[in-house]
């Protein structure tokens, strides 16, 4: 039974995730919208606001083209795949109403955020095509790297909660916001956050300006449909985990979800404000400046970890 009542409600976390990468993606076109001075969607429903499911619909009854020199498996699984990975991801938050709040919910997601590079890559090679290929080099090379970042910054969180559950990371904030002690790092986190995510100023793999679309040229209808959902999805998470490890995750309260709908804006604000960057300073970015930094954090809370048990 108890394994019936954590499937039944994965299941409704699951759908609740889609609605939201719904809405994230009007709220995305409204907020770009006003930033360049126009309306955005207004149209479809009342303010806009059935426009993302106009748009579902639409992408799902196209025509799916399959290119005829494509490795037809790999091409058509890996959209499928990308999603796959980012709803399961969402299994580690720490709800406590019978999902999977397991006490190795940190590893789990570092796990999942691995496999995410596999299905790019595997989009990227399977449409035979050179500008997937590039964008999917692209995409794979920049993912990696920021991982590194992102890990060292996790892990000085470990040392400072001592156990491997994400729900132990809002017992520690009941009193004071880690964001109060670690700003430096919630800097860091934020912009690995959206290199991780492949978002602008970051978006490397899919350079309209030399790339055409990246890794996902090949794709229509179904297959983008899929590969867009993944991406917004990702975002979410990542806002969420965001609000979890610096703003004082209580997830019962409805606080921390203004927190992560605030955090989801801060991507878009990014997107509608800075320019790209260069591809060989988004490198050096990661190992040349977060790299040092994160570890040099990491010793420091080691340390201090330490002492504290002298």
Same mark, same amino acid.
């Given at each position: 039974?108890?394994?019936?009542?954590?499937?039944?409600? %994965?299941?409704?976390?699951?759908?609740?995730?889609?609605?939201?990468?719904?809405?994230?993606?009007?709220?995305?076109?409204?907020?770009?919208?006003?930033?360049?001075?126009?309306?955005?969607?207004?149209?479809?429903?009342?303010?806009?606001?059935?426009?993302?499911?106009?748009?579902?619909?639409?992408?799902?009854?196209?025509?799916?083209?399959?290119?005829?020199?494509?490795?037809?498996?790999?091409?058509?699984?890996?959209?499928?795949?990308?999603?796959?990975?980012?709803?399961?991801?969402?299994?580690?938050?720490?709800?406590?109403?019978?999902?999977?709040?397991?006490?190795?919910?940190?590893?789990?997601?570092?796990?999942?955020?691995?496999?995410?590079? %596999?299905?790019?890559?595997?989009?990227?090679?399977?449409?035979?095509?050179?500008?997937?290929?590039?964008?999917?080099?692209?995409?794979?090379?920049?993912?990696?790297?920021?991982?590194?970042?992102?890990?060292?910054?996790?892990?000085?969180?470990?040392? !400072?909660?001592?156990?491997?559950?994400?729900?132990?990371?809002?017992?520690?904030?009941?009193?004071?916001?880690?964001?109060?002690?670690?700003?430096?790092?919630?800097?860091?986190?934020?912009?690995?956050? $959206? *290199?991780?995510?492949?978002?602008?100023?970051?978006?490397? *793999?899919?350079?309209?300006?030399?790339?055409?679309?990246?890794?996902?040229?090949?794709?229509?209808?179904?297959?983008?449909?899929?590969?867009?959902?993944?991406?917004? *999805?990702?975002? $979410?998470?990542?806002?969420?985990?965001?609000?979890?490890?610096? $703003?004082?995750?209580?997830?019962?309260? !409805?606080?921390?979800?203004?927190?992560?709908?605030?955090?989801?804006?801060?991507?878009?604000?990014?997107?509608?404000?800075?320019?790209?960057?260069?591809?060989?300073?988004?490198?050096?970015?990661?190992?040349?400046?977060? $790299?040092?930094?994160?570890?040099?954090?990491?010793?420091?809370?080691?340390?201090?970890?330490?002492?504290?048990?002298?």
């Amino acid at each position: 039974m108890s394994i019936l009542v954590m499937i039944v409600n %994965y299941i409704i976390l699951v759908i609740c995730v889609l609605v939201g990468v719904a809405f994230v993606t009007l709220l995305e076109r409204k907020v770009l919208g006003y930033i360049q001075i126009r309306k955005g969607p207004n149209k479809v429903g009342y303010f806009g606001i059935l426009q993302p499911f106009s748009d579902a619909v639409k992408l799902f009854t196209k025509e799916q083209v399959v290119p005829s020199l494509s490795t037809f498996f790999p091409y058509y699984l890996s959209p499928v795949f990308s999603l796959f990975v980012a709803l399961v991801t969402w299994a580690v938050m720490p709800y406590g109403l019978g999902l999977f709040s397991f006490s190795l919910s940190v590893l789990f997601f570092l796990c999942c955020t691995s496999l995410g590079v %596999y299905t790019t890559m595997g989009a990227g090679w399977s449409s035979n095509s050179k500008y997937s290929l590039l964008g999917g080099l692209r995409a794979v090379a920049q993912t990696i790297s920021y991982e590194v970042s992102l890990v060292f910054v996790l892990m000085c969180f470990l040392f !400072l909660v001592g156990n491997y559950s994400m729900g132990s990371l809002s017992l520690y904030q009941e009193e004071v916001w880690l964001l109060v002690f670690t700003f430096p790092m919630a800097l860091v986190w934020l912009v690995s956050c $959206l *290199a991780e995510t492949n978002r602008t100023p970051f978006d490397f *793999a899919e350079g309209e300006s030399e790339l055409v679309s990246g890794f996902n040229t090949e794709y229509s209808s179904g297959g983008f449909a899929l590969i867009f959902m993944a991406e917004y *999805a990702s975002i $979410l998470f990542m806002s969420m985990l965001f609000a979890l490890l610096f $703003l004082g995750g209580n997830l019962e309260s !409805l606080s921390f979800y203004f927190k992560l709908v605030f955090i989801s804006f801060v991507f878009i604000w990014v997107r509608g404000t800075l320019p790209r960057f260069r591809y060989d300073k988004l490198m050096y970015l990661a190992w040349k400046s977060f $790299l040092p930094v994160s570890l040099n954090y990491l010793i420091f809370f080691m340390g201090i970890k330490l002492w504290s048990f002298v």
